[in-house]
Nanobody
């Protein structure tokens, strides 16, 4: 089992920055891809960004150029640097983990493609 713990959420003014962290513990060798999603009340979980240990990174169009996903192998942590934040970025952000098997198709945009989830980190961007 893999446990994921998000941190770094909070309140920021529009145009500001936040960095979310997602620390993995437990059987961390059971993941080789992680992603960030966000979900507002009553809405579907929305893809934000993902990274594979092979080096591929993926971004939603709405955050491309503003958000950057990265990882620190030594700390088993994935980060989401969020710059030029907008009020519409306000919601709860979740990180997910997955073991993508060789030769198996994986869609980083699909939240069903993740086996492990954190508890969420709320982000509020004031106008």
């Amino acid at each position: 089992q893999v446990q994921l713990l998000e941190s770094g959420g909070g309140l920021v003014q529009a145009g500001g920055s936040l960095r979310l962290s997602c620390a993995a513990s437990g059987r961390t060798f059971s993941t080789n891809a992680m992603g960030w999603f966000r979900q507002a009340p009553g809405k579907d979980r929305e893809f934000v960004a993902a990274v594979r240990w092979t080096g591929g990174t993926y971004y939603a169009e709405s955050v491309k150029g503003r958000f950057t996903i990265s990882r620190d192998n030594d700390k088993n942590t994935v980060y989401l640097q969020m710059n030029r934040l907008k009020p519409e970025d306000t919601t709860v952000y979740y990180c997910g983990g997955r073991m993508v098997l060789p030769g198996v198709y994986w869609d980083p945009n699909d939240n069903r493609g993740y086996d492990y989830w954190g508890q969420g980190a709320p982000v509020t961007v004031s106008s």
